[in-house]
C-alpha cells in the first residue's frame, strides 16, 4: 500500500537556455528526453541546437555535436554569431564536435562505439544534426544492413534507444518537406519514436518566425504556437 503522505518522484529538468521556452515548458525538458526539432530551411534550427548546448555548457556540462551537414568550422561560425565561444570549450575538452560525411559510410559510426563513445567522454547534451542522415548511416551498418526507408526508421530507432541507454538529453534535428501531408519530418516516423517535438517555423509573407511543443512527455504544455525572435544573443519565444 502506498504511503498517503508519500509524494511523487518531482521530474528533473535541462534547461533548454531559450529564453521563454523553458518558462512554457516548466522549466525545461525531463532530463533524459530525446526530442526532435523539426522545421523548414531558415527557421532557426540550428541555431535553436546551438543554443541548447551553450545552455549546457555555461553549467559546466559535457556536450556531444553531431553534424552531417554543415562543417565543424560552420558550426563554430554559426555559434560565435551570438557569442558562444564553442573552439573555446573544444579545447578544454568540454565541447566534442563529430563531423560526418552522409554519402560516405564510416565504421567509426556503429551504434556500440557511437554508444562507447558517449559514456568515454560522458556526454550529457548530444544534438544530432539531422537525424534523419544519422538514422541512415546507422541502417547501412553491419551484415545486418537494411536498404531503403524501412531501414532508415529501424536505425531510427535504434540511435533513440542507445541515446536512453546512455541517459544522455538529447535534441535531433530534422526538416520538414512541402507537400508531405502534416509530416513533421522528414520520413514521418521521427516524431513517434521521440519523447518531444518541437516545430519551428517561418512566415515569409508576415516577417515572423513561430516555436511550438507540439509533444512532450511527463509534462502538460500548451499546443499554442508563439512567436520568436532570433536575437544577437540567441533566440527568445515571445509570451
Known amino acids: 500500500m502506498l504511503n498517503k503522505k508519500s509524494k511523487p518522484n518531482k521530474v528533473k529538468k535541462v534547461k533548454t537556455g ?33 543554443q541548447y548546448l551553450n545552455e549546457g555548457l ?53 551504434l556500440n562505439s557511437f554508444e562507447h563513445y558517449i559514456e568515454y567522454i560522458k556526454a550529457t547534451r548530444v544534438v544530432i544534426d ?9 541502417a547501412h551498418e553491419g551484415i545486418e544492413s537494411v536498404p531503403g526507408e524501412y531501414g532508415i526508421r529501424r536505425g531510427l530507432f535504434f540511435v533513440i534507444d542507445r541515446l536512453r541507454k546512455a541517459n544522455t ?6 526538416e520538414i518537406v512541402e507537400g508531405q501531408g502534416g509530416k513533421l519530418s522528414r ?14 517555423s517561418v512566415y515569409e509573407s508576415l516577417d515572423t518566425r513561430k516555436i511550438g511543443v507540439r ?14 525572435e ?7 519565444v515571445k509570451l
Open 18 to 50: 531559450v529564453s521563454g521556452l523553458d518558462t512554457l515548458l516548466g522549466g525545461g525538458i525531463p532530463e533524459g528526453h530525446t526530442v526532435l526539432v523539426s522545421g523548414g530551411a531558415g527557421c532557426g534550427k540550428t541555431t535553436f541546437l546551438c
Open 130 to 138: 539531422p537525424i534523419s542522415l544519422f538514422a541512415a548511416f546507422v
Open 58 to 110: 555555461k553549467n559546466g556540462e559535457t556536450c556531444l555535436f553531431i553534424t552531417l551537414e554543415e562543417s565543424k568550422k560552420q558550426i563554430s561560425e554559426d555559434a560565435a554569431q551570438f557569442g558562444w565561444d564553442f573552439e573555446k570549450y573544444e579545447k578544454q575538452k568540454k565541447l566534442y564536435l563529430k563531423q560526418y560525411n552522409p554519402f560516405e559510410l564510416s565504421g567509426d559510426l556503429s
Open 230 to 236: 532570433i536575437k544577437k544573443d540567441g533566440i527568445a
Open 215 to 228: 509533444k512532450m512527455r511527463g509534462i502538460k504544455h500548451t499546443l499554442k504556437s508563439f512567436e520568436m
Open 169 to 174: 538529453t538529447t535534441m535531433m534535428s530534422t
Open 187 to 200: 520520413y514521418g516516423a521521427e516524431e513517434f519514436v521521440a519523447d518531444g517535438s518541437i516545430v519551428l
